[in-house]
T-cell receptor, first 112, second 115 residues
């Protein structure tokens, strides 16, 4: 089955710092790739996605590029804000049931 | 995206009792619904996948007689934890999807505490 290796947290950054959260995956075929974010006390929200190789997903200043050759989908943001403090999950989706396989989650805390 | 609600948001029950959690898709035809379990500071673990009108498909290690899933309509799925025990205490999250799509939309989750 699919699996995801996600950067261990927690990650603590100062406001306006550069963020990278690494994610590599193994999957059957060519999965779609997603980053979900979970803010404190809330459910998961889709942050961005990429459906084929070399696609770049972007949203709210976050970006991730689908790298088939390295099976990676690293999340980046050039300048984080306090409001970005949350848990971030990397998740490929594949198979006929289109199930998501979640990484372990990375807790991000941004300090003012 | 779809708006998904769960009810209740929190529930406390005594050991040995059963509790039902509802997942509703408010504005979306959810042909497929997923149920996850999230342990503290851990990832989401898929419990089962259900298609409207069909029996749920359970992941390995998930007891189908303990976690009863019903997906009777395109807008409602229920998860019933039968004969709950303290080890069933967890955060249960549902998500919805539609046929042909990889995107899932998540509910806010239900915190179950079994005493």
């Amino acid at each position: 089955g699919d699996s995801v290796t996600q950067m261990e947290g927690p990650v603590t950054l100062s406001e306006e710092a550069f963020l990278t959260i690494n994610c590599t995956y193994t999957a059957t075929g060519y999965p779609s790739l997603f980053w979900y974010v979970q803010y404190p006390g809330e459910g998961l929200q889709l942050l961005l996605k990429a459906t084929k190789a070399d696609d770049k997903g972007s949203n709210k200043g976050f970006e991730a590029t689908y790298r088939k050759e390295t099976t990676s989908f690293h999340l980046e943001k050039g300048s984080v804000q306090v409001s970005d403090s949350a848990v971030y999950f990397c998740a490929p989706s594949s198979g006929s049931a289109r199930q998501l396989t979640f990484g372990s989650g990375t807790q991000l805390t941004v300090l003012p | 995206g779809a708006v998904v609600s769960q009810h209740p948001s929190r529930v406390i029950c005594k050991s040995g009792t059963s509790v039902k959690i509802e997942c509703r898709s408010l504005d979306f035809q959810a042909t497929t619904m997923f149920w996850y379990r999230q342990f503290p500071k851990k990832s989401l673990m898929l419990m089962a996948t259900s298609n409207e009108g069909s029996k749920a498909t359970y992941e390995q290690g998930v007891e189908k007689d303990k976690f009863l899933i019903n997906h009777a309509s395109l807008t409602l799925s229920t998860l019933t934890v039968t004969s709950a025990h303290p080890e069933d205490s967890s955060f249960y999250i549902c998500s919805v999807s539609t046929s042909g799509s990889y995107e899932q939309y998540f509910g806010p989750g239900t915190r179950l505490t079994v005493t």
